[in-house]
């Protein structure tokens, strides 16, 4: 799922990734006006949703992760942005401007096993732990659904505002952003606030649970470390400009784009700056660290393979538009969408 698993680490520990040089090994046309979905492998299969605005594709895919080539396709009434989780032989997503719909779709062949209406757009992608589908919407709503048939376990008014981020679900707990800059912290058994805690301005960001901290970025330029248990601020770290891209956070260290175009690796206790490395665009994708690898997109069109020890760089490679996707890795290959429509897989 986004992020690689519920509590949104961003980390790999069993993947492995390319290192030191690579090439195209294919590309798939997923959408005329953008890919910002981004790609989850299971298996030998590659999810991933079409298009970036209204008018876009809003197919979901599923793809070969060998060649690129389509095994199935699920047509949405809007664009999707927001990630698969595959768990179990279903497929979760969200659907965009248009549509508006939570999907359960067969892993296998893409046919829909139900459907939940929510009034309103769903960007958020969706963790699934414990039989249950946690997932934000654009009118404000925090859904906890039943894997099985879509039914309502709970559903959270976050102040009736815009619920971008996606859930991390850790030790019974959601952690989630809103537009308001508020993080709320839900029962996952009930939906019941445990507590919220207003940052410094709307959160796009998804936040990462490690270790009893909440890492998550705001749009007023700030990483902010929270208490799991009741909120309180341990350490905040203020880049150039907004940060929408989720942390990942492996061995003491967090790692996060920002708008002012740089990859920022912080000390996890206490936020104090390790490195930090300058691409030419701004970043909105989030980092997959594999084997002391960070793999993470930016708009000046580059995929990026950084060192997670001092932040040079391994490698580059150039699409043809902005990448706003986060990139899957595995099987030394790398999985991310573009702003020229396509979905690339880049290995050794």
Do not use: K
């Not at 779709?105 to 939940?116: N, P």
């Amino acid at each position: 799922m986004f992020r690689h698993n519920p509590a949104r680490t961003g980390a790999l520990p069993d993947a492995t990734g390319p290192q030191r040089s690579i090439s195209e090994q294919w590309s798939f046309n997923a959408a005329e006006r953008g890919v910002l979905s981004s790609p989850v492998r299971v298996g030998n299969t590659v999810y991933v949703g079409g298009g970036g605005s209204q008018e876009a594709d809003g197919d979901i895919y599923a793809l070969s992760a060998a060649d690129g080539s389509e095994q199935w396709s699920y047509q949405t009434e809007g664009s999707v942005i927001s990630s698969s989780a595959v768990v179990d032989g279903t497929v979760y997503v969200g659907s965009g401007e248009g549509d508006g719909n939570i999907y359960a779709l067969s892993a296998a062949d893409g046919s829909e096993q139900w459907s939940y209406q929510t009034g309103g757009v769903v960007n958020s992608s969706p963790a699934v732990a414990s039989g249950t589908v946690y997932i934000g919407s654009t009118v404000g709503n925090v859904y906890a659904l039943s894997v099985s048939d879509g039914s309502e376990r709970w559903v959270f008014d976050a102040d009736s505002t815009t619920v971008n981020s996606s859930p991390a679900v850790i030790n019974d707990t959601v952690y989630i952003g809103t537009r308001t800059g508020r993080v709320y912290a839900l029962s996952a058994a009930d939906g019941s606030e445990q507590w919220s805690t207003q940052i410094g301005a709307r959160v796009g960001s998804s936040p990462a649970v490690v270790n009893d901290t909440v890492y998550v970025g705001s749009n007023d330029g700030t990483v902010y470390a929270l208490s799991a248990s009741d909120g309180s601020e341990q350490w905040s770290y203020r880049t150039g400009a907004r940060v929408f891209s989720s942390p990942a956070v492996v061995e003491n260290t967090v790692y996060v784009g920002s708008y002012d175009s740089t990859v920022y690796a912080l000390s996890a206790s206490d936020g104090s700056e390790q490195w930090t490395y300058q691409t030419e665009g701004r970043i909105s994708s989030s980092p997959a660290v594999v084997n002391d690898v960070v793999y993470i997109g930016s708009f000046d069109n580059n995929m990026y393979a950084l060192s997670a020890a001092d932040g040079s760089e391994q490698w580059s490679h150039q699409t043809g538009g902005a990448i706003f996707s986060s990139p899957a890795v595995g099987d030394d290959t790398v999985y991310v969408g573009s702003g020229d429509g396509n979905v690339y897989a880049l290995s050794d």
